[in-house]
């Protein structure tokens, strides 16, 4: 069998461990965590973007204005985090660590 290119994803049989007849987890890119992270900081603002709306159309009701400006301010909190990580994560890698080790 060809070893395989670190640069494309292993293949299913490549991935498979016969001696657990399970598979290999996978350990994602820096790349690949970086896609993660911006999809959250994606989602978050689009998020953020809803919650403004209906904070604009509930000007007369103070109670879902309010609901409104929480979740607008936490999902633009979320979405500055992730891209923050995203950020760190492109200019500094990451460490492949197992738990207990």
């Not at 670190?6 to 016969?18: G, I, K, M, R, Y």
């Amino acid at each position: 069998m060809a070893k395989a290119d670190s640069t494309v994803a292993p293949t299913l049989q490549e991935n498979f461990d016969p001696s657990r007849q399970t598979l290999k987890p996978l350990v994602p890119s820096v790349e690949d965590v970086a896609m993660y992270l911006e999809c959250c900081s994606d989602g978050f603002e689009q998020l953020a973007a809803i919650f403004k709306a209906i904070a604009k159309e509930a000007e007369r009701d103070f109670h879902i204005r309010a609901l409104a400006d929480a979740g607008r301010y936490i999902a633009d909190d979320l979405a500055n985090t992730s891209d923050c990580w995203r950020e760190e994560v492109r200019d500094n890698g990451v460490i492949n660590k197992v738990l207990g080790s």
